[in-house]
């Protein structure tokens, strides 16, 4: 009952931004679900297109509010951005030849900080670039120093004030760049400067993820000369200019590890597809160390929850090592595991927001620092919870999946901005799930007037 008179009431289906999720747990989830393009492969992918005047399609792109924004910011520089999504294809067409002004403004990176991923190729082809600081961010400080220290290295003159940064530079010239930190929008932004860079670059200490692997598969059928993306030293031969290219985005390694998990911590069996299994396996280990049964096939994984669950620690790293982002989604499996788990996480240095809701449905969570111990195995009662970032909203819909009773989440639009239709995903295979938007005041006045 916990809410259902809340969800009867009328919302304006126009209200997403306030949108809830109201989850009932308790249902295995059986059948098979589709992962859709990796966001965070599409977002540099876009912003490729910006170091050519001829088109450049993408295939696989997810139907998220990063994307939209990503379409937003590319439009608002002159770009020509369509953006389909129809049954058979879900694909962007970008053509950058008529860039008038190489800006990104405040009100678009504040809601994106993946924005700064503009800079590079902004800068290579243009000579200029114009793009607010982020801000701060729920899950840490993530600041763009280390791409601003590539940026100069490659001869770019950067000043910073009323918080944009400008950078400027009649042509970047190739050198030897060692990143201080790993970081992947810093490996992208410079991957794509070196591009159009005068001479050979060298990147070391470079990430590997397979988001970084894929640009350059797209930059290289651009006509880019680069060696050794996935690896943490990449080599760039500059060229002069980039042509158009078809490219086919990557599927999304976190949005099939969350559902691989919701099939996990539910008990059920479930099928998860248009996957790339081989991105995944650092999460495969954790879980058959777990306990669950994982069955990987050429490019789907089969996930079976019907043992006892046992408890087992996660350090966060960087690729190939378990990833930051399914740090928040494996909290909520630990609280149904049987022991303590200590999960680090060593990448952000405040990514447990999720814990704190979590322990207000029975989770036993204990931050210490980087550190937070999880002692299982709980059972978890429905409540409202607030997400406050993307991958803790995941880690919410999944401790609701096992809860009993009815949970609801308030701020999904932070989960809208990375998974792809959620909800429609979820029921498909049993969830019992539905979001209700949040009826403006003035109308829950009415509402109540009216004995509503
Ligand atoms: C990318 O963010 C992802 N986003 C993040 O996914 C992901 O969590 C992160 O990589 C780590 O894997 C996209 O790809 C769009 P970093 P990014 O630069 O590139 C520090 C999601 O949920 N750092 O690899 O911004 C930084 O503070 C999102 O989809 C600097 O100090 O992350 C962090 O501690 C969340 N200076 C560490 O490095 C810099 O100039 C790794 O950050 C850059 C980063």
Redesign the pocket.
């Known amino acids: 009952m916990l809410l259902g008179a809340y969800a009867k009431l009328h919302y304006n289906p126009n209200q997403l931004a306030m949108d809830k999720f109201v989850i009932r747990g308790g249902n295995p989830l059986l059948g098979t679900v589709r992962v859709s393009g990796a ?2 492969a599409a ?2 992918a876009m912003a490729a297109a910006l170091l050519t005047e001829e088109q450049v399609i993408l295939e696989n792109i997810p139907q998220v509010r ?1 994307i939209e924004t990503e379409r937003k910011l590319l439009a608002a520089m002159g770009a020509e951005v369509e953006l389909g999504f129809g049954r058979a294809h879900h694909r962007t067409t970008i053509s950058c030849g008529s860039i008038r002004n190489p800006e990104v403004g405040y009100d678009l990176v504040k809601t994106m ?2 924005s700064s ?1 503009v800079l590079g190729p902004l800068v290579a082809r243009f000579g200029r670039a114009r793009v607010s600081l982020p801000g701060g961010c729920a ?11 590539g940026l100069e290295r490659l001869g770019a003159r950067i000043t910073q004030e009323h918080g944009y940064i400008e950078a400027r530079a009649d042509r970047l010239k190739g050198e030897e760049i060692v990143f ?7 490996t ?1 932004d410079l991957l794509m400067a070196a591009t159009l860079a005068e001479g050979e670059t060298l990147m070391l200490n470079c ?1 590997r ?1 397979p ?1 970084v692997q894929d640009l350059a598969e797209l930059l290289i059928k651009m006509g880019a000369k680069i060696e050794g993306a996935g690896t943490a030293t990449i080599r760039i031969q500059g060229v002069t200019r980039l042509h158009g290219a078809k490219h086919k985005i990557i599927p999304d390694r ?1 949005e099939a590890a969350t559902f691989i998990i919701a099939g996990a911590i539910t008990g059920g069996d479930l099928n998860v597809t248009a996957c790339e299994p081989q991105h995944l396996d650092a999460l495969f280990q954790k879980l058959q160390e777990v306990g669950v049964k994982i069955v990987p096939g050429p490019d789907s994984v089969r996930v079976m929850g019907d043992n006892p669950l046992q408890a087992a620690d996660v350090n966060t790293e ?2 190939p090592g378990f ?3 399914m740090q928040a989604q494996y909290m909520a499996l630990a609280t149904q595991a049987e022991g303590a788990s200590i999960i680090t996480e060593n ?3 405040n990514r447990f927001m999720h814990a704190l809701e979590m322990v207000r449905m029975g989770a036993n969570i204990k931050i210490e620092g980087r550190r937070a111990v999880v002692r299982g195995r709980t059972a978890l009662s429905g409540a409202a919870v607030l997400a406050s ?3 803790a909203s995941a880690s919410l819909v999944l401790a609701a999946l096992v809860a009993d009773d009815e949970t609801i989440i308030d701020r999904v639009y932070h989960i809208d901005r ?1 998974y792809e239709h959620i909800e429609e995903k979820l029921k498909g295979v049993g969830a019992q799930i539905r979001r209700i938007g949040e009826i403006f005041p003035k109308k829950k006045a009415m509402a109540k007037a009216a004995g509503r």
């Open positions: 966001k965070n977002l540099p990063d900080r993946a991923l899950i840490g400080a993530r600041p763009i120093d280390l791409h601003i220290k201080d930190k790993i970081t992947v929008t810093g992208e990430a993820e988001e976190i960087e690729y990833p930051t982002d990448i952000f240095e970032d993307l991958r990375g």
